[in-house]
């Protein structure tokens, strides 16, 4: 049974995610939807794109996953089909899976062709869906599409690397539900250019010198319980993702706040990084 995943900025509240089941199902009874998510920002691709990223490994291999996007077609915005580490994504030309391809080739890609037999104003229910079920009948992508060769990428998902290599500049993709904030700087990167050097961490007006393993180091477990204080206690650390983030210890953004609101990290902002040299102050 084919599975195909629906990642989207529709939100719970609308019929758009509803309708789009519904389409899938009267066009192809026997798959599985899984939902990854419809809370989205509004329009935010790299946030899409650090979800998506995130997600897909952990399907089986075949699965099909619609990313509904800024999908509305015009001459900057063509649609896409790709076949990318043994998974397919079909999702508008805008740089959305900039962060798996600049990891991995894609196996095979082709921009959709199949608009002028239908007409199309929710190109996510209208087009998506039938190329979705094509691919789950085994249909193959070149005959929905014609094959091309490269897809637009999103220069700001990579972080920059000044030519001395002590710092990384990243910025903020990611805010997640306990309001962390997810930076583009990857731990593979920073282990490569760390080279056993002492860093500081910029994250706003917040430094950091440890990046810790799990969310309770910042807590000294030798102290009585009403001593420790752990509570909204910064810190820096790669997640399961393996990206740099900026947590609060056991945040809530509904009652003590996270890291965003109470740091004042928000999408797009500067985290930076930079080496030190053990003989060189840090400042």
């Given at each position: ?91 508008a030309n805008n740089g959305i899976l900039s962060m798996i391809t600049n990891a991995i080739v894609p196996e095979k890609m082709v921009e959709i062709n199949i608009h002028n037999n239908m ?156 080496f030190i040299k053990t003989n060189q102050p840090i400042f």
């Amino acid at each position: 049974m084919a599975i195909i995943t629906l990642t989207t900025d529709f939100g719970e509240k609308d019929h758009f995610a509803g309708a789009i089941k519904g389409a899938i199902y009267s066009e192809q009874s026997d798959v599985r939807i899984v939902d990854i998510s419809h809370s989205v920002s509004p329009f935010n691709i790299p946030e899409a794109a650090y979800i998506i990223q995130n997600a897909y490994t952990s399907f089986p291999k075949g699965t099909i996953h619609i990313v509904g996007i800024d999908s509305e077609l015009n001459e900057e915005n063509k649609h896409i089909a790709l076949k990318l580490d043994d998974h397919y994504f079909i999702c508008a030309n805008n740089g959305i899976l900039s962060m798996i391809t600049n990891a991995i080739v894609p196996e095979k890609m082709v921009e959709i062709n199949i608009h002028n037999n239908m007409q199309s104003s929710f190109p996510v229910l209208d087009v998506f869906v039938q190329v979705a079920c094509h691919i789950a009948r085994g249909g193959t992508l070149e005959v929905i599409g014609k094959p091309i060769t490269e897809i637009k990428t999103l220069k700001n998902l990579a972080p920059y690397v000044n030519d001395d290599q002590n710092q990384i500049i990243g910025n903020v993709v990611y805010i997640d539900n306990y309001g962390n904030v997810i930076s583009n700087i990857t731990k593979s990167l920073f282990e490569k250019l760390q080279k056993g050097r002492e860093f500081t961490i910029f994250a706003g007006n917040n430094k950091f010198t440890k990046i810790r393993n799990k969310y309770s180091d910042v807590v000294d477990f030798t102290k009585t319980e009403n001593l420790r204080n752990a509570e909204g206690k910064g810190l820096a650390i790669f997640n399961s993702s393996k990206y740099l983030e900026i947590a609060m210890y056991k945040s809530n953004t509904e009652t003590v706040g996270g890291a965003s609101s109470l740091m004042g990290l928000n999408y797009r902002d500067k985290i930076t990084i930079n080496f030190i040299k053990t003989n060189q102050p840090i400042f």
